[in-house]
């Protein structure tokens, strides 16, 4: 893939050489019609001056075409002399079509038929430029005339005059372009070495202050990166550092029990140390789990195209995933979904990573032997889902701290993590939703979704 450096070059050389190339298109037709002009003018000017002579002063006509030819009629350029000096010729003729004189250039046919004013006519395979006067006194035509194939090489000739200067700058300009490219480019290169001599480690920011305005969006874009990288990586020792503390407590609990079974003869004793590696792994086993899911939604950022979620459906496929722990603690799950009720959302996943966990701490919190409540309505701006349990739910000043991860509220009872809101605050937040807290009278507590759909 080529450089920025050579891409902006081959732009620029591109287009200078667009504009040059108009610049002589523009330059050819406006000299072509100076030219024309020019030479039309003499031609009516040496036509009448001819035709003066012969009438004032009944010079010879010969005589009279050579002082026209001497006239100092000048353009607006300079024509060489000797290529050009003797292009002009001249013929007068009676008007009955006789031949009366003409220049020593002049072909012996006429060099044009028409009375008066300009035209254009083939003699002898070459065209002629011809400007013919009546005069009326004498009984005479007179006919003045350019060669047109002398008039184009004059064209010709004052363009390569002014291409062949341009042609030699042609190189120096594009050294100039390559130079002044590469130190537009300069602080770019700067920025791109202070980079390569980084560590992974320095996730600092950049210094904009002395950087050109164009470079300072990149500049505050990489700092950004590196700002969200740094919080990532702090996320991630925080986490490693109490996901290590949290398993190693029932990982040392679990040796402990097998070790009172391995060494008690007692069947009692065994088989509670037995319960309680039962119970333990249990405990494992969910926060494995959830550690997973935290891993997933973290890098879950929505999928290319929208999911429609039908709510019955899936209440139903979590509630049955969740049976043994329901049979266990012989909890009964009631739902109450509005008919048909669906949801477009932008991943499916994030929705039933939350859903799942929200359900599952209240099968974890609420009274043995009570009832769970899902609840599905639709609203305004999209679906609204109620998880409502018999338990003794989170005290108001603990709602904003029961969001970070591994805090457990002081009214929670049981073995869980302090993981499962803040999976549901991290999923709710990337589908635009959120989490509240509903009290619902002195007989339960409601947590309650609000997602949008899109």
Wanted: net charge negative; proline share 3%.
């Amino acid at each position: 893939m080529s450089s920025i450096r050579l891409r902006l070059f081959l732009i620029l050389l591109a287009a200078t050489g667009a504009v040059w190339l108009l610049a002589v298109l523009w330059t050819y037709l406006s000299t072509q019609h100076e030219v024309e002009r020019v030479l039309d003018a003499r031609l009516t000017e040496a036509a009448r001056m001819v035709s003066s002579l012969i009438t004032d002063h009944r010079i010879d006509v010969a005589a009279a075409v050579e002082a026209a030819k001497g006239s100092d009629l000048q353009a607006s350029f300079d024509m060489p002399a000797g290529d050009y000096s003797r292009q002009l010729s001249c013929q007068i003729w009676s008007l009955q079509g006789d031949l009366v004189s003409r220049s020593g250039s002049a072909p012996n046919a006429s060099l044009a038929d028409h009375e008066q004013g300009f035209a254009e006519k083939i003699v002898n395979g070459e065209r002629w430029r011809v400007y013919a006067v009546v005069n009326p006194e004498l009984g005479v035509r007179v006919l003045v005339g350019d060669n047109i194939e002398i008039r184009e090489r004059l064209v010709g000739d004052v363009i390569k005059g002014q291409l062949v200067p341009a042609l030699a700058m042609l190189p120096i300009l594009a050294g100039l372009i390559w130079f002044s490219v590469g130190r537009g480019l300069a602080p770019l290169s700067r920025m791109a070495e202070t980079l390569s001599l980084r560590s992974a480690e320095e996730l600092h920011s950049l210094d904009d202050s002395g950087a050109p305005r164009e470079v300072r969006p990149l500049l505050r874009s990489l700092n950004a990166l590196f700002q969200r990288v740094q919080e990532a990586r702090d996320r991630e020792k925080t986490f490693i550092a109490y996901a290590a503390h949290e398993l190693k407590t029932p990982l040392a609990g679990l040796k402990t029990q097998a070790q009172v079974a391995l060494r008690s003869d007692s069947d009692e004793v065994r088989d509670r140390a037995l319960s309680q590696i039962s119970t333990s792994v249990d405990r494992t086993s969910r926060l494995v789990r959830q550690l997973i899911d935290l891993a997933a939604v973290d890098s879950l950022e929505g999928a290319s195209a929208p999911e429609v979620v039908d709510v019955a459906d899936l209440v139903q496929d979590l509630v049955s995933e969740m049976t043994s722990l329901r049979s266990a603690r012989d909890i009964t799950v009631a739902t109450d979904i509005e008919p048909g009720l669906r949801i477009e959302v932008a991943d499916q996943t994030l929705l039933r990573l939350a859903l799942r966990n929200i359900i599952e701490n209240a099968l974890q919190y609420t009274p043995a032997g009570s009832e769970v409540q899902v609840l599905g309505t639709s609203s305004n701006s999209g679906l609204i889902i109620d998880v409502v349990d018999l338990g003794p739910g989170i005290a108001k000043d603990e709602e904003a701290r029961i969001m970070e991860r591994f805090h457990r509220g002081t009214l929670a009872e049981g073995h869980g993590s302090g993981l499962g809101l803040p999976i549901v605050e991290m999923a709710l937040a990337k589908l635009g939703g959120r989490l509240e807290f509903v009290r619902a009278g002195n007989d339960g507590f409601c947590v309650r979704m609000l997602i949008p759909s899109l």
